[in-house]
């Protein structure tokens, strides 16, 4: 067993950093030369603390099957047969995961052949790190059991930590206990997406994209060198390219606009910026936005009238919309929190500020606005109340509401359905 320290320094996001790794693993394997002389590396990709990346030499390929049983003190026997991820037939590649952090863990590796004959095992008794996270319980408690069939065994993914912990994910068990911490450069998990069976695409930083393979290993990164992704993204149909939600770090205003990111590539492009789409909403809010500002300088001086605009102390509580230096805060006034793509070039965006759901197409050349559904009041007087769409039954508008998706309809008559978290 080789253990793997992790720098915490050091990002793992990086495909020279992984070229590296990926060297000094082929090194190892060269030393291995058969499944009894199996090579088990703690977390080597520095991605999921408590993994074990696994190789097993099989010259004759008799192995026909792994399985690997771990037990902790606190948790139940789970078993697991992970799939072989290596590109080479005369070996045996996987990643482990699913060690209780901070516990004594048995672990049993099982080799079998094609005919369910065992070849061979593993058992070791493993130490997991802990979890990193500050003010996190290693189990949650159950407050309520359904009382429904019984779970299937695997993991919940934990998504959308607090900020100081936006770096750290969890996987839990069906107990709610931790078994599985995924690290990032700093951005919360809120979304992946699976280009296929072996390939999942996650947010890393707020400029950073990363494709983790089977093994648990960041294999492509792809950085926006302009914008922020936030909050969610969506590939298209072919799996490869994604439509995301950003920011343009170079605007005064924040989450509103979508970058096309071609992941053959690595090539991305702002394609869509909702100030150009809806001008004459945003300007009035933009005014408004500055007007604040004004007022929020004209009391300072009103309550301290020694003072002179040299004198203002920005870090007063009576700001808001300018930051402690005096500038105006970047203006959050459509917000965005999701999106859907069908058709390659149609795109629903669910929009917090509005209460609104945006359906747009053509999206690749003269983006075009099909429909808003949202309350009324929020769109009076914008010349965009003809984009909103009349509810044939008591439907409501929806609340700051949080993500949105196509969903086909049973029956081919043309219509689909859209689902919310409001």
């Known amino acids: 067993m080789t253990n793997q320290v992790q720098n915490l320094d050091l990002s793992y996001y990086d495909e020279e950093v992984q070229a590296s790794i990926s060297d000094q693993i082929k090194s190892l394997q060269n030393k291995h030369k058969s499944y009894e002389d199996g090579l088990f590396i703690m977390n080597p990709f520095g ?67 094609a005919d369910d004959n065992k070849l061979t095992d593993y058992q070791f008794q493993i130490s997991a790190p802990d979890i990193q ?127 096309y990111l071609d992941l053959r590539t690595g090539e991305s492009q702002e394609l869509i910026d909702l100030k150009e789409i809806f001008p004459n909403y945003f300007q009035p809010v933009m005014a408004t936005h500055q007007n604040r500002a004004q007022n929020e300088i004209a009391n300072y001086l009103a309550a301290h009238p020694d003072q002179n605009y040299s004198d203002i102390d920005y870090t007063d509580d009576g700001f808001n919309v300018l930051d402690e230096e005096g500038n105006l805060t970047n203006l959050d006034w459509i917000h965005i929190n999701a999106i859907d793509v069908i058709n390659g070039d149609e795109l629903i965006l669910s929009s917090r500020e509005t209460s609104s759901l945006i359906k747009l197409s053509n999206v690749f050349d003269q983006v075009t606005v099909d429909y808003i559904i949202g309350p009324e009041a929020v769109w009076a007087g914008t010349g965009y109340e003809y984009y909103l769409l009349t509810p044939d039954s008591d439907f409501k508008p929806t609340g700051g509401q949080h993500s949105v998706r196509f969903q086909s309809n049973a029956i081919n008559d043309g219509f689909y359905n859209l689902t919310l978290f409001d």
């Open 47 to 113: 991605t999921f603390t408590q993994s074990i990346y696994t190789y097993l030499p099989d010259p004759d390929q008799d192995i026909g099957k792994v399985t690997y049983s771990i037990e902790s003190e606190s948790s139940d026997v789970l078993t697991f047969e992970p799939v072989n991820y290596s590109q080479d037939p005369s070996a045996y590649e996987f990643t482990m995961i699913g060690l209780v952090p901070n516990e004594a863990n048995q672990l049993t590796v099982n080799l079998y052949d």
């Open 133 to 259: 996270a500050t003010d996190y319980e290693n189990k949650m408690e159950v407050l309520y059991d359904s009382g429904r069939d019984e779970l299937t065994d695997g993991f919940y993914a934990s998504m959308g930590s607090d900020q100081d912990n936006a770096k750290f994910s969890y996987l839990y068990d069906n107990n709610g206990l931790v078994r599985s911490e995924l690290i990032s450069d700093g951005a919360r998990l809120e979304n992946y997406q699976f280009l296929d069976k072996q390939h999942l695409l996650v947010r890393v930083s707020n400029g950073k994209l990363a494709v983790l393979n089977g093994l648990g290993q960041p294999v492509r990164i792809y950085e926006l060198p302009n914008h922020s992704v936030h909050h969610d993204f969506i590939v298209n149909e072919k799996k490869d390219a994604a439509f995301l939600l950003t920011t343009n770090d170079q605007t005064d205003t924040i989450e509103d606009t979508i970058t």
